[in-house]
Nanobody, 122 residues
Framework: QVQLVESGGGLVQAGGSLRLSCAASGRTFSSYAVAWFRQGLGKEREFVGAINWGGDSTLYADSVKGRFSMSRDNAKKTVSLQMNSLKLEDTAVYYC???????????????WGQGTQVTVSS
């Protein structure tokens, strides 16, 4: 079992930066890949990025590539999402999720946090 809690969301101007954190509990966290998904108002949940269990391999959606980056600290059981050059279209609720392997489909992830709101203003 893995429990996930996101933090770090908020209101930021376009072009600004935010850093989201995903804190995990559970002894097996270090063996799980972690992903970030987001869901805008009236939109479907979409993949943002994922990091493997060791933290040495990442995968990003084209829409955030070059602007967002993920890292993890297994000793602290945290995964971070650094978001730079934020755009209006990045506004969404951001969720972290855990699964045995990296993937882009939400159905692959069994464990989810409650989400944190990110709002980008003009």
């Amino acid at each position: 079992q893995v429990q996930l809690v996101e933090s770090g969301g908020g209101l930021v101007q376009a072009g600004g930066s935010l850093r989201l954190s995903c804190a995990a509990s559970g002894r097996t966290f270090s063996s799980y890949a972690v992903a970030w998904f987001r869901q805008g108002l009236g939109k479907e949940r979409e993949f943002v990025g994922a990091i493997n269990w060791g933290g040495d391999s990442t995968l990003y959606a084209d829409s955030v590539k070059g602007r967002f980056s993920m890292s993890r600290d297994n000793a602290k059981k945290t995964v971070s999402l650094q978001m730079n050059s934020l755009k209006l279209e990045d506004t969404a609720v951001y969720y972290c999720a855990a699964a045995p392997l990296v993937g882009t489909e939400a159905r692959l992830y069994a464990y989810w946090g409650q989400g944190t709101q990110v709002t980008v203003s003009s």
